[in-house]
């Protein structure tokens, strides 16, 4: 885990170096301040010799002014170092996510991924600069000072010995019962995180059935799940303070009645009583902001392992070596195709499917829910890898190809048309970087989108909200229809893309597809024999087995179950 982890630092490894520098001349600085403290009090203060308090107190000055310059510096590169840290980090999630399969992406939720990317990378970046810093500062100012403290009377320092062991048992019941809570939380926000994620995506739903009581009520139990899980992680913590300040306590009163003893019995003079003491209260310190780094990755370990999780996921899906990059045309043939999205045998979605299509052919797949359709589809364009056998575009078996290549000859067209918040022309192309505008036009003709473009006042200029909420239904799909045309891909998939246009309209589409697009091999799912009925061949799927193959007047005949569906429909329309 680690090992990845401190890759990310690659571009900001002086900084961190600098800021580590920097805290250890600021710890020596402040480590050197006692001595002279002690020099000012017996050689000035107690002498009543004004010169040496001149010329010790202008020493005291400098060294302070030096220390704070290098605090200054210490925290200077500190902020670029975890920050940039942050950067490299996010983007190296961000990168290996786009690189994951379906299967991959499957094995995590949005939310979860967002938390990720937000709120885990927030805490492991904080955590790296306590590193740098603090986790630096304390075990240094730990050393010098109990080396200057021994200096000055060896047997008085002995008093620290007592305190360390009873730190490092405190801190550890501080940590084993705080952490699982810990981890418990960011689960916990990954679930908050969903919940504000659909309710906003469904917030037209939610106030169309009077139901904001109830998305409130169970915004309210995750988020009331978090605050008990973090309020009673954080009084475990809690915890640390008081620890800390009893025993820097109990150790000063025993330094300050052991070391007046001393000073009665003329062993110890008053200025190294006073740097004892300061010292006592510096090794204290750097024991309790060591305890606080502690604290800090206990909290940032398990987000830490969250983000590993993401970078140590490689996709299942790659190129060989030597793949070929160009599909010469439009065919496709399943060859004793079995699959299953759990990679098990006993959850198979398709079963043993035999299928050949042409290139240019016009392919109808019908079928109730559930019944294997976009699992079907989902393999031409290897979204997925075949449980067994083979899918071959283009007479060649598609885990042959390179993906990039593969997925720009085959373009799908979702029943959930995805746009994005921008001009109807940048949306346009996603489809094709370099499309002129009249490319568009063409495109958005054949898919029925330009009259409703055109009706606009900034006509393809005109501005699409996040996720076209200011389209209906029909626009945005006739406009994701639009875009993968303009992809001119060898294979155009439909996959319930026309539900929300009107039969019209949707005639006009499958119309245009015949007479502009002769050369692409067209395969629309449909649940309407009618956006089917004129394809060159029907397949009729149920339960991932494919229950019959012909045109649309073969299987009136054959298929029992097509010729359900028809009459079933007919009577609808009737």
Same mark, same amino acid.
């Not at 899980?229 to 300040?245: T, Y």
């Not at 045309?485 to 006009?508: E, F, G, R």
């Given at each position: 885990?680690?090992?990845?982890?401190?890759?990310?630092?690659?571009?900001?490894?002086?900084?961190?170096?600098?800021?580590?520098?920097?805290?250890?001349?600021?710890?020596?600085?402040?480590?050197?301040?006692?001595?002279?403290?002690?020099?000012?009090?017996?050689?000035?203060?107690?002498?009543?010799?004004?010169?040496?308090?001149?010329?010790?107190?202008?020493?005291?000055?400098?060294?302070?002014?030096?220390?704070?310059? +290098?605090?200054?510096?210490?925290?200077?590169?500190?902020?670029?170092?975890?920050?940039?840290?942050?950067?490299?980090?996010?983007?190296?999630?961000?990168?290996?996510?786009?690189?994951?399969?379906?299967?991959?992406?499957?094995?995590?939720?949005?939310?979860?991924?967002?938390?990720?990317? /937000?709120?885990?990378?927030?805490?492991?970046?904080?955590?790296?600069?306590?590193?740098?810093?603090?986790?630096?500062?304390?075990?240094?100012?730990?050393? +010098?000072?109990?080396?200057?403290?021994?200096?000055?009377?060896?047997?008085?320092?002995?008093?620290?010995?007592?305190?360390?062991?009873? &730190?490092?048992?405190?801190?550890?019941?501080?940590?084993?019962?705080?952490?699982?809570?810990?981890?418990?939380?960011? =689960?916990?926000?990954?679930?908050?995180? !969903?919940?504000?994620?659909?309710?906003?995506?469904?917030?037209?739903?939610?106030?169309?059935?009077?139901?904001?009581?109830?998305?409130?009520?169970?915004?309210?139990?995750?988020?009331?799940?978090?605050?008990?899980?973090?309020?009673?992680?954080?009084?475990?913590?809690?915890?640390?303070?008081?620890?800390?300040?009893?025993?820097?306590?109990?150790?000063?009163?025993?330094?300050?009645?052991?070391?007046?003893?001393?000073?009665?019995?003329?062993?110890?003079? /008053?200025?190294?009583?006073?740097?004892?003491?300061?010292? %006592?209260?510096?090794?204290?310190?750097?024991?309790?902001?060591?305890?606080?780094?502690?604290?800090?990755?206990?909290?940032?370990?398990?987000?830490?392992?969250?983000?590993?999780?993401?970078?140590?996921? *490689?996709?299942?899906?790659?190129?060989?070596?030597?793949?070929?990059?160009?599909? %010469?045309?439009?065919?496709?043939?399943?060859?004793?195709? %079995?699959?299953?999205?759990? =990679?098990?045998?006993?959850?198979?979605?398709?079963?043993?499917?035999?299928?050949?299509?042409?290139?240019?052919?016009?392919?109808?797949?019908?079928?109730?829910?559930?019944?294997?359709? %976009?699992?079907?589809?989902?393999?031409?364009?290897?979204?997925?890898?075949?449980?067994?056998?083979?899918? *071959?575009?283009?007479?060649?078996?598609?885990?042959?190809?390179?993906?990039?290549?593969?997925?720009?000859?085959? !373009?799908?067209?979702?029943?959930?048309?995805?746009?994005?918040?921008? /001009?109807?022309?940048?949306?346009?192309?996603?489809?094709?970087?370099?499309? !002129?505008?009249?490319?568009?036009?063409?495109?958005?003709?054949?898919?029925?989108?330009?009259?409703?473009?055109?009706?606009?006042?900034?006509?393809?200029?005109?501005?699409?909200?996040?996720?076209?909420?200011?389209?209906?239904?029909?626009?945005?799909?006739?406009?994701?229809?639009?875009?993968?045309?303009?992809?001119?891909?060898?294979?155009?998939?439909?996959?319930?893309?026309?539900?929300?246009?009107?039969?019209?309209?949707?005639?006009?589409?499958?119309?245009?597809?015949?007479?502009? &697009?002769?050369?692409?091999? =067209?395969?629309?799912?449909?649940?309407?024999?009618?956006?089917?009925?004129?394809?060159?061949?029907?397949?009729?799927?149920?339960?991932?087995?494919?229950?019959?193959?012909?045109?649309?007047?073969?299987? &009136?005949?054959?298929?029992?179950?097509?010729?359900?569906?028809?009459?079933?429909?007919?009577?609808?329309?009737?």
């Amino acid at each position: 885990m680690l090992q990845n982890l401190r890759k990310q630092t690659k571009g900001y490894r002086l900084p961190s170096f600098l800021t580590s520098l920097f805290m250890i001349l600021e710890v020596v600085m402040d480590v050197f301040i006692p001595y002279l403290m002690a020099n000012l009090i017996d050689q000035g203060i107690d002498a009543g010799n004004m010169e040496r308090i001149w010329y010790w107190g202008i020493i005291l000055l400098g060294c302070a002014l030096v220390a704070l310059i +290098f605090g200054v510096l210490s925290g200077f590169f500190a902020a670029i170092a975890s920050t940039g840290f942050a950067k490299n980090l996010r983007q190296k999630m961000y990168y290996t996510i786009q690189d994951f399969s379906f299967s991959n992406i499957d094995k995590f939720s949005s939310s979860s991924l967002i938390t990720r990317l /937000t709120t885990d990378v927030t805490n492991v970046q904080r955590s790296y600069q306590m590193l740098i810093r603090i986790a630096v500062r304390s075990p240094f100012m730990l050393a +010098f000072s109990f080396f200057m403290a021994s200096r000055l009377n060896a047997k008085l320092s002995l008093v620290y010995l007592g305190a360390i062991p009873l &730190l490092a048992l405190g801190m550890f019941i501080i940590i084993s019962h705080a952490y699982p809570l810990f981890v418990r939380v960011f =689960k916990t926000y990954d679930k908050l995180n !969903s919940v504000v994620q659909e309710n906003v995506r469904g917030v037209r739903v939610v106030k169309a059935f009077v139901r904001e009581e109830h998305e409130t009520e169970k915004f309210g139990k995750v988020s009331d799940s978090i605050y008990q899980d973090s309020s009673k992680a954080e009084k475990i913590v809690a915890f640390n303070s008081p620890l800390m300040q009893g025993l820097m306590y109990i150790s000063l009163l025993t330094i300050s009645y052991l070391g007046a003893r001393l000073i009665v019995s003329d062993s110890m003079t /008053t200025g190294q009583l006073m740097s004892f003491i300061t010292y %006592t209260s510096q090794i204290l310190m750097s024991l309790m902001m060591l305890s606080m780094v502690f604290v800090m990755i206990t909290i940032s370990r398990a987000s830490a392992f969250r983000i590993e999780e993401v970078l140590s996921e *490689k996709s299942d899906l790659t190129d060989k070596e030597g793949a070929i990059t160009s599909v %010469t045309d439009g065919s496709i043939d399943f060859e004793k195709v %079995t699959f299953s999205y759990t =990679k098990t045998e006993d959850k198979l979605c398709l079963k043993d499917i035999d299928l050949h299509i042409n290139s240019g052919d016009v392919v109808g797949i019908i079928g109730s829910t559930g019944s294997g359709k %976009t699992s079907l589809i989902q393999l031409i364009g290897r979204l997925y890898d075949v449980f067994s056998g083979s899918v *071959k575009v283009g007479g060649q078996d598609v885990r042959d190809y390179q993906l990039s290549s593969l997925r720009n000859a085959v !373009s799908v067209v979702l029943q959930k048309s995805v746009l994005f918040s921008g /001009t109807i022309k940048e949306n346009l192309r996603w489809g094709n970087l370099e499309a !002129s505008d009249e490319q568009m036009i063409a495109a958005c003709k054949i898919a029925q989108a330009d009259p409703f473009i055109q009706s606009f006042p900034d006509g393809y200029d005109s501005h699409i909200e996040q996720d076209g909420s200011n389209l209906s239904g029909g626009q945005k799909q006739r406009l994701s229809i639009a875009r993968s045309i303009l992809q001119q891909p060898k294979i155009l998939i439909l996959d319930d893309s026309t539900s929300a246009v009107d039969t019209k309209t949707d005639t006009h589409i499958r119309g245009a597809f015949r007479n502009e &697009l002769k050369e692409t091999t =067209k395969i629309i799912i449909s649940q309407r024999i009618n956006s089917v009925k004129d394809a060159d061949m029907i397949v009729v799927l149920d339960e991932g087995l494919i229950q019959s193959v012909g045109s649309h007047d073969e299987l &009136l005949i054959h298929s029992e179950m097509y010729r359900e569906i028809y009459d079933s429909q007919s009577r609808e329309e009737a």
